[in-house]
């Protein structure tokens, strides 16, 4: 957005008429997560991407989309915030720490679908990726 502000300004832009909007937002929704768990950096997982065929160990606090990046393994995703619900992937075993922003449904958490940007792995944890 700076970027875009930035050049518009150089160019001579009218800036009265330039608007723009940002937002954050807090974790509004913690779901999947085993209670008093608190994901350790300390601690070790291990992540299993199933279609990938490429299991990779982490820390607890890398989110699956974090660890997926780190590979090269693609999984979609878009504000990295849990609120799109663009990186939706499901999870076959194991148990994450996932605190989201409304990205994804309850119906889906019970079809064990995850958000891999905002899902963290409590152990081992294989998801369709
Ligand atoms: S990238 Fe938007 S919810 Fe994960």
Redesign the pocket.
Known sequence: MRAVREALASLGFDMDRYHQESFTAEPAHAEDVPEDVVPDEQNQAEIAFAISGITAKCNETDSI?AAAKALGLVI?????????????VRKTEGQVHMV??G??TDEDVENGYI????SKPLGRVSVEA
């Not at 979609?76 to 939706?88: F, L, N, Q, Y």
């Not at 958000?115 to 905002?118: E, R, T, Y």
């Open positions: 989309l979609p995703s878009g504000c990295t915030m849990g609120i799109c619900g663009t990186c939706k989201h922003n990205g994804i958000l891999a940007c905002c």
